[in-house]
């Protein structure tokens, strides 16, 4: 035993204790240590990994939502293209008033523009500052693509109350008669 430890030496020597003890006793320090050694690696491989999955798993919540910003945008200039190719030439001098974020908006129209407005043959949508005219069809494209683009739809119903309650308001009220000629 040339590399041993000098204590283990001399009570060997001294007749204290057993080679095999001692033998014994030396590959448990050195199990020991290895198995230290090799635990502390794993621990901070392990810390690494679960580092590693936390970022990618970061990094792929960020790109899917860079995707859903750039698929919004895409569709947002897909509804503004459709708008521009589709709108309505506007003409007349009559006001059509509308309300828009609690606001009264007010274009001008003539008289067959007016009747295909409350018909819902057209719709008013806002772009940018200005709103514009456009027909059903592409109305229906808009909506699809971004539906807050659409403020003014007299075919669409966006009424959230039950059918019930107006029907008995319309009863009731079916008994006072509106000119068709009447205008805001």
């Known amino acids: ?24 006793v030396a590959r448990e320090q050195n199990k020991a240590r290895h198995a230290k050694a090799s635990a502390t690696p794993s621990e901070i491989q392990l810390e690494a990994e679960r580092a590693r999955a936390e970022k990618v798993e ?5 790109e899917a939502e860079r995707k859903a910003q750039a698929r919004t945008a895409e569709l947002r200039a897909q509804a503004r293209q459709i708008i521009e190719d589709k709108k309505v030439p506007r003409s007349g001098e009559s006001e059509y008033r509308f309300s ?5 908006r007010t274009i001008l129209v003539n008289d067959d523009l007016r009747k295909r407005l409350s018909s819902g043959a057209l719709v008013i949508v806002r772009v940018g500052d200005r709103f514009e005219l456009l027909p059903r069809m592409a ?26 309650a107006t029907s ?6 079916a008994q006072f008669k509106v000119p068709d000629d009447l205008i805001w």
């Open 58 to 62: 970061r990094d792929r919540a960020l």
């Open 168 to 173: 008995d308001d319309d009863a009731y009220y």
């Open 100 to 104: 828009v974020d609690g606001a009264i």
């Open 139 to 164: 109305a229906d494209k808009v909506r699809e693509r971004d539906a807050a683009l659409i403020v003014l739809d007299h075919g669409q119903n966006t009424n959230d109350e039950p059918a019930a």
């Open 1 to 24: 035993m040339a590399k041993g430890n000098p204590l283990q030496e001399q009570l060997l020597k001294a007749g204290l204790v057993k080679k095999s003890k001692v033998a014994e």
